[in-house]
Structure formats: structure tokens, C-alpha cells
């Protein structure tokens, strides 16, 4: 359903503007295949969050983590199936894990300053990281992308230390760390995915 919506648009698109070339609409019917997938994805999303009681939690990562998701990118699922459970896995399961672990003071404290120092390590290797079907091939677009990433990662962690609630704490903590980890090269190679880069070569101004 949604691969016949996004070939209808980008049908449409091209009859609009016919000097887009065939690698150029791939690229656009991928870019609306992800947008007009999200919706169904967020709304199970909520959905299965309210049967677990844990929809407040859900919606509160949802909404801090998504600009620092937005900025460094991360790997994508090949389908649309796969991609609503891996979702649902991160969301649900980061919440989850947040609510049954208790971290002292000091354990949060080292925890934190690690896992500030390995996401700029990875934000500088690899965000945005984006992908072959929906390469970030500008210059100036990816060194803004990972000056948001670096920021909001930042801000995502110092909140952390300083809010006293443990499961908001734990969230931004374990929500930014997982995200950081959907950058690597070793959880593109898991997936199968290549980063843009790697497909289109350097970016361009």
C-alpha cells in the first residue's frame, strides 16, 4: 500500500518535472517511501506503548531524542515490517530498560562522561550518517547536521546528570547512547546498509 502511494507521488512529481532523471526519482520515491512509512510506524508506535502503560515515557523520548536522531542519522531496515518492530524494540525497550535499572550517583556520573566521550568520537567519524538511498552528498549540509548532532547529544547528557528522576534520566541516557550506536559502521555492516559516502564518494559543496 504504502510503495503504490509513493509511486503514485513520485509519478507525479516526475510528470511536474520532467528533467528528473531515473536515479533521481529512486531516490525521491525512497525519501517519500520513509515519510509516509513513519506514520503508520509512530501510530503503532503510541499504540503499543499504551497497552504496555508506558505511553508518557514513550512519547517524552520520542520527542527529545528525535532532533539529535534527525541530525546524526543511523541505518535504516530494508522493510517496512521490520522497520515498525525495530522501532518499537528501541522506544519500548530503552523505556523498559530505564525502569528496572538504578544507578548510584557515581556509577551515573562515569557512565555519562564515557558515553559523552565515545558519541563525539562517533558523531565525528560517521553523522550524519546517512544512506545510499538517501545520501547527504552536500558539504555544507552534513557539517550542520553534525553540529546539531554534537549539540543536542551534549544537551541530551547533561540533562541526564542533572534531572533527579530515574527513569528520565536513565532514558536520555540510554536513548542517546543506542542512537549513537545506529551510526557505526559496525551496526551499518549488521544491517547491510552503506553509508552515502561510500556509494557517491565525497561530498560535494
Given at each position: ?36 512509512g513513519e506514520i503508520p510506524k509512530i501510530f503503532l508506535l503510541f499504540i503499543i506503548s499504551f497497552i ?31 522497520c515498525i518492530v525495530g522501532t518499537t524494540a528501541f522506544y519500548c525497550g530503552i523505556v523498559l530498560l ?108
Amino acid at each position: 500500500m504504502i510503495d503504490t502511494i509513493c509511486t503514485f507521488l513520485t509519478n507525479r512529481i516526475r510528470k511536474e518535472m520532467p528533467e528528473i532523471y531515473d536515479e533521481r526519482a529512486e531516490v525521491i520515491n525512497y525519501g517519500l517511501q520513509n515519510i509516509v512509512g513513519e506514520i503508520p510506524k509512530i501510530f503503532l508506535l503510541f499504540i503499543i506503548s499504551f497497552i504496555l502503560g508506558m505511553l508518557k515515557e514513550v512519547l517524552f523520548m520520542f520527542i527529545v531524542l528525535t532532533p539529535y536522531r534527525g541530525a546524526s542519522g543511523g541505518f535504516h531496515l530494508k522493510t517496512h515490517l521490520g522497520c515498525i518492530v525495530g522501532t518499537t524494540a528501541f522506544y519500548c525497550g530503552i523505556v523498559l530498560l530505564s525502569q528496572h535499572v538504578i544507578l548510584d550517583d557515581i556509577t551515573k556520573y562515569i557512565l555519562i562522561g564515557i558515553s559523552w566521550i565515545f558519541g563525539m568520537f562517533m558523531i565525528k567519524l560517521y553523522a550524519p550518517a546517512d544512506t545510499e538511498n538517501v545520501p547527504i552528498l552536500s558539504k555544507k549540509d552534513r557539517k550542520k547536521k553534525q553540529m546539531i548532532a554534537y549539540i543536542t547529544y551534549s544537551i541530551g547528557l547533561m540533562a541526564a546528570l542533572l534531572i533527579q528522576n530515574n527513569v528520565i534520566s536513565n532514558i536520555l541516557l540510554f536513548g542517546n547512547l543506542l542512537q549513537t550506536l545506529t551510526i557505526t559502521k559496525l551496526a551499518y555492516r549488521l544491517t547491510k546498509n552503506k553509508y552515502g559516502y561510500e556509494v557517491y564518494g565525497d561530498a560535494s559543496v
